[in-house]
């Protein structure tokens, strides 16, 4: 099992930055692709970006609409893997819940899931 709690969401203005944050626990997630995903009012759940570990390099993936404003990366000290999302250049279109999330590889799903946490921007 891995367990995933998300922070750092929160109201900002458009053009502000945030950090987003995703503490995993349970397992080592040096075989797991981690991602976050996000989900606005009557839309359906996009992928954002995503983050794994190749053996040699990490190996990221954005989705177009936060291409050059987003960014992850994936810190690991002791046995806690955290999973950040460094969003600049905030847009009210970015305003959504934000999930983190966790497939094995190789990927043929997403298995584990945070609670996810707001992001709202202000025009």
């Known amino acids: 099992q891995v367990q995933l709690v998300e922070s750092g969401g929160g109201l900002v203005q458009a053009g502000d930055s945030l950090r987003l944050s995703c503490a995993a626990s349970g397992r080592t997630l040096s075989n797991y692709v981690t991602g976050w995903f996000r989900q606005a009012p009557g839309k359906e759940r996009e992928f954002v970006t995503s983050?794994?570990?190749?053996?040699?390099?990490?190996?990221?993936?954005?989705a177009d609409s936060v291409k050059g404003r987003f960014a992850i990366s994936r810190d690991t000290a002791k046995n806690t893997v955290t999973v950040y999302l460094q969003m600049n250049t905030l847009k009210p279109e970015d305003t959504a819940v934000y999930y983190c999330?966790?497939?094995?590889?190789?990927?043929?799903?997403?298995?584990?899931w945070g609670q996810g946490t707001q992001v709202t921007v202000s025009s």
């Open positions: 983050i794994y570990w190749s053996g040699t390099k990490y190996v990221v993936d954005y």
């Open positions: 999330a966790a497939g094995l590889r190789p990927l043929r799903k997403y298995d584990y």
